[in-house]
């Protein structure tokens, strides 16, 4: 129905930046918000950050100041620049989406996920 296709993870030293991006595509109607999540070995899947194509935009705690989060309602995609970045960033980031599809139905739909390690 709707596939996400993530890039742009990899190793970064403590204090360097990396931007993540993830496009949509399938039989979308509307989207009505995208975001990142990231999850360790172990713990819950946590928010990072997301934004609405309302233009409202969330970050956990953590990243305020750090991360910044931008969509692009006309492409489906939704990016995530991350500076600043320190090891406790470390972590299987995955890109999420709540759509509303072709059939008029409210769907959630996640991508693969991409590996962000944060070491010197």
């Known amino acids: 129905q709707v596939q996400l296709v993530e890039s742009g993870g990899g190793l970064v030293q403590p204090g360097g930046s990396l931007r993540l991006s993830c496009a949509a595509s399938?039989?979308?109607?509307?989207?009505?918000?995208m975001g990142w999540y990231r999850q360790v070995p172990g713990k819950q899947r946590e928010l990072v950050a997301d934004?609405?194509?309302?233009?409202?935009?969330k970050y956990t705690d953590s990243v305020k100041g750090r991360f910044t989060i931008s969509g692009d309602n006309a492409k489906n995609t939704v990016n995530l620049h991350m500076n600043s970045l320190k090891p406790e960033d470390t972590a299987v980031y995955y890109c999420h989406t709540q759509v509303v599809l072709a059939t008029a139905d409210r769907g959630d739909f996640w991508g693969q996920g991409t590996q962000v390690t944060v070491s010197s």
């Open positions: 399938g039989s979308i109607a509307n989207i009505v918000g």
């Open positions: 934004i609405t194509f309302g233009g409202s935009t």
